[in-house]
């Protein structure tokens, strides 16, 4: 039986092919600042450059809810602080940016991906 942690890495592998598949550049996978992390940093291939934070949410099953549910507005001021850390440490500050999640459902048969653009917005 897939431990969480593989659950969770096998989910950021199909939500990058997926993004990829859809014209995004992945920047970055992991990036970490202080104890947060965001899942994948994107180019968003219709956005002029705009960079998209992706949170990626995996489950192989219902029993915990919808994947999309646990991003709490905790989870989403972490992601924040993160995404303004990335955007000041790479001279980033100031440009066109935004948070999607991406939802992938491993069950039987081919991975079920949900790609919510603009999911939450920076406070």
């Known amino acids: 039986m897939p431990t969480t942690n593989d659950i969770g890495d096998r989910g950021e592998e199909v939500a990058a092919s997926h993004l990829e598949e859809n014209g995004y550049r992945i ?3 992991n990036y970490h600042f202080e104890r947060n992390e965001v899942d994948l940093v994107c180019l968003d291939p219709d956005g002029g450059g705009e960079l998209v934070f992706v949170e990626v949410k995996a489950r192989s099953g219902m029993d915990f809810g919808a994947p999309e549910a646990s991003i709490t507005e905790e989870k989403q001021e972490s992601l924040i602080d993160v995404a303004r850390a990335y955007l000041h440490e790479r001279r980033f500050e100031g440009a066109p940016a935004r948070f999607d999640v ?12 949900s790609h919510y653009e603009n999911a939450f917005w920076m406070m």
């Open 102 to 113: 991406v939802t992938v459902m491993l069950r039987d048969g081919p991975p079920e991906v």
């Open 27 to 29: 920047l970055e996978r």
